[in-house]
């Protein structure tokens, strides 16, 4: 039986049907060609980046958009959408100068306390963790557990002791003049921070790379700020943010590129117990967030990190 002119055969398009498929792909390409921008790859003169994309990727968008309409039984082009948006998204203010940048309640109260107050918030604490040991069915009398709740509030203040460190104090004016416009890359940065969902550690390596603006910053201070946001309850994905916009902030770069990658022992200890499984998080800002280009750059150089 011969198929009819709006049929396909073996998943290809008959004869009948190339005039309605080629009207198709005219307005998937007529509707990606909208997206050009000045200075784009098309015309030479720009940055190459994802809202740009030249005559080659428009053609091969609009048939995998067409396809995927077919697929789908509609018959309809779906526009692209754009790799990332121009800005993060973000609830709080990236830093804040006479504060502690992002706090929560009650940081300033512990940045504040007097001595009286800081051993009341220890003896709170321990009073706390001897009632954990007692609700597991431990005895917190026993010789091996009698000094564990002091030692333990001691050890969990530290563990959070970027509660009680200032952005500015940390960059302390050590940002310099400088005429240099090229990639900047500090890399394997080690992170210890706690999970805020079920209060045990991740750990991992962050490595951070900017382009300069006419000034940088102290490379010893990268480090410091990623321990001062670490130091403190965390998720991996606000923690790779908070770096990033805070060095924005600081030094109002080209760009900001963070990339970690994290062991979280919420994973490996309960739960699923995948040991082997990590988690790779990015912020990017500026031009590492526009450009293709320099982003793909920033990858490769941290890449022989991984």
């Known amino acids: 039986m011969t198929p009819s002119p709006d049929t396909t055969t073996n998943g290809r398009f008959t004869n009948g049907s190339a005039t309605n498929r080629h009207d198709h792909l005219d307005k998937a390409t007529e509707l990606f060609s909208s997206l050009k921008v000045n200075g784009s790859r098309d015309n030479g003169n720009g940055?190459?980046?994802?809202?740009?994309?030249?005559?080659?990727?428009?053609?091969?968008?609009?048939?995998?958009?067409?396809?995927?309409?077919?697929?789908?039984g509609t018959g309809l082009v779906t526009p692209p959408h754009l790799s990332r948006p121009a800005t993060p998204y973000t609830l709080n203010p990236p830093v804040d100068f006479d504060g502690l940048s992002w706090p929560s309640l009650g940081t300033r109260a512990r940045l504040e306390a007097t001595p009286e107050e800081a051993k009341a918030r220890v003896d709170k604490l321990s009073g706390a963790i001897r009632t954990l040991l007692e609700c597991i069915g431990e005895d917190p009398d026993r010789e091996g557990l009698r000094e564990t709740p002091l030692r333990y509030a001691k050890a969990?203040?530290?563990?959070?002791?970027?509660?009680?460190?200032?952005?500015k104090n940390i960059v302390n004016n050590a940002v310099f003049e400088e005429?240099?416009?090229?990639?900047?890359?500090?890399?394997?940065?080690?992170?210890?921070?706690?999970?805020?969902?079920h209060l045990v550690p991740f750990t991992g390596r962050m490595h951070i790379g900017y382009i300069p603006n006419r000034k940088v910053l102290g490379l010893s201070k990268f480090a410091r700020i990623a321990e001062m946001?670490?130091?403190?309850?965390?998720l991996q994905e606000r923690?790779?943010?908070?770096?990033?916009?805070?060095?924005?902030?600081i030094l109002q770069p080209q760009g900001v590129a963070v990339v970690m990658e994290s062991a979280h022992l919420c994973m490996v200890m309960r739960g699923v117990g995948k040991t082997t499984a990590s988690t790779t998080t990015?912020?990017?800002?500026?031009i590492f967030r526009k450009s293709t280009r320099t982003r793909e750059e920033f990858m490769h150089l941290v890449r022989n990190s991984w």
């Open 156 to 167: 969990m203040l530290y563990f959070t002791k970027g509660y009680e460190e200032n952005l």
């Open 282 to 286: 990015s912020s990017m800002l500026g």
């Open 47 to 72: 940055p190459q980046h994802d809202i740009a994309p030249n005559n080659h990727t428009q053609s091969e968008r609009a048939r995998t958009a067409l396809a995927l309409g077919q697929r789908n």
């Open 239 to 249: 923690l790779t943010k908070q770096v990033a916009m805070a060095i924005e902030e």
């Open 229 to 234: 946001f670490a130091r403190r309850l965390q």
């Open 179 to 197: 005429d240099h416009d090229e990639l900047v890359i500090v890399k394997d940065i080690e992170i210890f921070s706690m999970c805020e969902h």
